[in-house]
T-cell receptor
């Protein structure tokens, strides 16, 4: 059974139209991450949470925001998507200690038209 | 800043052994992970090192030298299905005790018959 679920798998949005990607987990992990991955590049960390404590990377654009209403769910909001935001968005969770692996969802591939 | 380097591409022959290197310069080092990623899919966990030395797991082994900021992933008895990207990821502990997971750019491995 999938432990980290991302919806939808594929999302097409219009240039400038707000879009929300979702992630849910059944692992009860306190740590959650959002990554952006463009073709042939490494996953780039956008945000990470420890429980509800939120951290964004210094170079995460203001256009990106995140919400975590409870342990199980996390959302990535893109306020005004541009063509450069087309990418795979990966959600991952991790146990409470830093020595555990990260479990990834299947990703949401975002296309901006 | 944080820096993680891997070769961009490698080619090897089915049945052979290949070593993929990773060097890192980071602060707050808390462990190193290797992930495998097939095109269009999420990364999957392969191995974890926090102490110096070799960790063996079937056909895959990973080595870490913290003093040198160096790790490698060794793949033995290569199979065609091992053609994928291999991502080195460093776990970092921040001043606020949050755990970040930062990825290198990945090494694309092509296994030929």
């Amino acid at each position: 059974d999938a432990m980290v679920i991302q919806n939808p798998r594929y999302q097409v949005t219009q240039f400038g139209k707000p879009v929300t990607l979702s992630c849910s987990q059944t692992l009860n992990h306190n740590v959650m991450y959002w990554y952006q991955q463009k073709s042939s590049q490494a996953p780039k960390l956008l945000f990470h949470y420890y429980d509800k404590d939120f951290n964004n990377e210094a170079d995460t654009p203001d256009n990106f925001q995140s919400r975590r209403p409870n342990t199980s769910f996390c959302f990535l909001d893109i306020r005004s998507p541009g063509l450069g935001d087309a990418a795979m968005y990966l959600c991952a969770t991790r146990g409470n200690l830093g020595d555990t692996e990260a479990f990834f969802g299947q990703g949401t591939r975002l296309t901006v038209v | 800043g944080q820096n993680i380097d891997q070769p961009t591409e490698m080619t090897a022959t089915e049945g052979a052994i290949v070593q993929i290197n990773c060097t890192y310069q980071t602060s707050g080092f808390n462990g190193l992970f290797w992930y495998q990623q097939h095109a269009g899919e999420a990364p999957t966990f392969l191995s974890y090192n926090v102490l110096d030395g070799l960790e063996e797991k079937g056909r895959f082994s990973s080595f870490l030298s913290r003093s040198k900021g160096y790790s490698y992933l060794l793949l033995k008895e290569l199979q065609m299905k091992d053609s994928a990207s291999y991502l080195c990821a460093v776990s970092l502990i921040g001043e606020d005790s949050s755990y970040k997971l930062i990825f290198g750019s990945g090494t694309r491995l092509l296994v030929r018959p």
